[in-house]
């Protein structure tokens, strides 16, 4: 008798009592493209009834789909070349649906952005191409796409200019304010407005911010007021305020996040500026959160790292519910889901949180104020606004 039938393997052992409850999932069946021409009917049809990433590519829309059913504040964050490729497209139908109430991007996706309402090109070229012939004609390539210097980026220079002089510079704004009154010019002055989705934004009332303003052209054209005697009272920590202010009034609150960067770890910290910083007992992190990425967790990166990991600093609800990642390069994935979402869900109004900036970082200092933290610290001794007191007397 072998020593296999002394000691049956727990997988051929089918008297074993949890066997039957790790097999009562949906039965993967050769998948049927008939009947499902639909995109969304494809989605869960096809995909859904898949594996691996197709199927989490089903779960994330699907969940996508919960945060509006739900009414939660949804936040878009967008790293990568998105706009370059295409992607204002499904950000201003997602805009005008409702189902987008405030973005975090790279400042490099917004400037892209403003060249086709001036009809500026952006052409398809190729990614095997001589780097040194195209500098020499003047063509900035990324991957496969083509702009012109002169045509193109040194036109949208002036775009930026021209923007950035209508804004009030009596008062320290955010970037939002800033993204704000460009949409605003670009909707007046620009051929094709309905082709950006920084008007789209402007004129839904949708706050756009850049975690990192200095690190895109839009930054690079700042520095011209600045040497030329007019500086642009650009305050990056009025960002951080406004964000956390938006997130800490929501009911719930959700996040769509294309690739990861800096975009990203700006919206997730909302969660520890309120808990960590201020003592607030509003939230106890995000309850939804979808990202579609090739970044893998385990170089360490936080464009990689998992739900489950945010759940340790307090960002995320719970390490395991309503959180999908989707490993697959966004330019597939975001119409896909863009459209399932367009297709299931109904338009939603839209919250129009631009509008609301003042008064819900009013209600956020209210707050701060009165938490005990604020005062006593965490032990009972001196809080952060005692020691802060202390450093600016010195």
Request: overall charge negative; some cysteine; glycine content about 8%.
């Amino acid at each position: 008798m072998s020593d296999d039938q002394h000691h049956p393997h727990p997988r051929t052992d089918r008297t074993c009592p949890g066997r039957q409850t790790w097999l009562t999932g949906q039965s993967i069946e050769p998948l049927a493209l008939p009947g499902n021409e639909n995109v969304a009917d494809f989605i869960d049809n096809v995909y859904g009834g898949s594996g691996f990433n197709a199927r989490r590519l089903a779960e994330g829309a699907r969940l996508f789909s919960r945060m509006i059913d739900d009414d939660a504040t949804i936040a878009l964050t967008l790293a990568g070349a998105m706009t370059p490729i295409g992607m204002s497209g499904p950000i201003i139908s997602l805009i005008e649906a409702g189902f987008l109430d405030l973005i975090i991007s790279t400042g490099a996706n917004l400037y892209h952005d403003l060249h086709r309402p001036y009809d500026l090109p952006m052409v398809q070229g190729h990614h095997q191409v001589d780097d040194n012939a195209l500098c020499n004609d003047g063509v900035a390539r990324i991957y496969d796409v083509f702009i012109g210097e002169d045509d193109t980026l040194e036109a949208t220079d002036e775009v930026i200019l021209r923007a950035v002089k209508r804004i009030d510079y009596a008062q320290p704004f955010s970037t939002a304010v800033l993204h704000h009154e460009i949409g605003k010019a670009v909707a007046q002055d620009a051929p094709h407005p309905e082709k950006s989705l920084l008007v789209a934004a402007a004129k839904h009332q949708v706050p756009i911010y850049t975690s990192a303003p200095g690190d895109s052209s839009i930054g690079m054209n700042l520095v011209l007021p600045y040497l030329f005697d007019k500086p642009v009272a650009l305050n990056p920590i009025l960002d951080v305020i406004e964000t956390t202010a938006i997130i800490r009034d929501a009911e719930k609150n959700g996040v769509v996040e294309v690739g990861g960067g800096s975009p990203k770890n700006f919206y997730m910290q909302t969660q520890p500026v309120l808990h960590q910083m201020l003592n607030d007992p509003s939230k106890g992190g995000h309850d939804y959160f979808l990202q579609l990425t090739t970044d893998a967790p385990h170089w360490g990166g936080l464009s990689g790292a998992t739900p489950a990991e945010a759940k340790s600093w307090g960002k995320v609800k719970d390490a395991r519910r309503n959180n999908v990642v989707v490993y697959s390069c966004a330019s597939i994935t975001l119409p896909l889901i863009a459209q399932y979402v367009l297709i299931r869900n109904k338009p939603r109004k839209p919250r129009r949180l631009m509008a609301r900036l003042d008064q819900l970082t009013e209600r956020l200092r209210e707050s701060a104020r009165q938490t005990t933290i604020f005062r006593a610290g965490h032990t009972g001794t001196r809080g952060f606004a005692d020691i802060w007191a202390d450093a600016t007397e010195t």
